[in-house]
């Protein structure tokens, strides 16, 4: 018995024809080597009513394990027959402490440690303070700062510190 198949699609991206192509592929894989399909879709509140309606019969048939993620309030954005085969669950934002180690993770992942240079970049503690204050809790907001201010210091050339201006 074989892992699970993980399927991303986004709402911004694709139809109903795209969720069938999903479907059909997932019944075959199920019925050939009894491996399931989660299916994960993003941005799911920009589906209307109708297209979200595409999920019930295989979600009800065990076809798919679907998974939604939405910035909406699912309770006005998605309609009761999905939500009632659902588990809804909030996200919260994320506490500065764990922002903090969640962008020096990835600074250590791209060989960028606090305060020494590496690379010809050094990133001050202070700079890695205030991306994980202004991100308020949103993660993804912080690592694509921190994303965004490594490139631009690559670019640069020579020895760039990243700080805090006053």
């Known amino acids: 018995k074989g892992a699970a198949r993980f399927v991303k699609m ?19 894989e199920l019925a050939m080597f009894k491996r399931k399909t989660i299916l994960f879709m993003d ?7 109708t297209q979200q309606d595409s999920f019930l019969p295989h979600i009800e048939s065990g076809t798919i394990t679907f998974i939604g993620a939405t910035t909406e309030n ?9 939500l009632s085969r659902c588990k809804v669950i909030t996200l919260e ?31 001050a503690e202070d700079a890695i303070e205030y991306l994980a204050t202004v991100s308020e809790g949103d993660a993804r907001a912080a690592l694509n700062n921190l994303e965004l201010v490594v490139a631009t210091a690559k670019t640069e050339g020579g020895t760039e510190h990243i700080g805090v201006s006053e």
Request: proline share 2%.
């Open 10 to 28: 986004s709402a911004c991206s694709c139809g109903v024809a795209e969720v069938r192509d999903v479907v059909k592929q997932a019944k075959s």
């Open 43 to 49: 941005e799911v509140h920009r589906f209307n009513k």
């Open 74 to 82: 699912p309770s006005f954005s998605l309609n009761n027959a999905l």
């Open 93 to 123: 934002k994320l506490d500065k402490k764990s922002i903090k180690e969640i962008l020096e993770r990835a600074l250590k992942e791209e060989s960028v440690t606090v305060g020494k240079v590496v690379d010809g970049i050094s990133i």
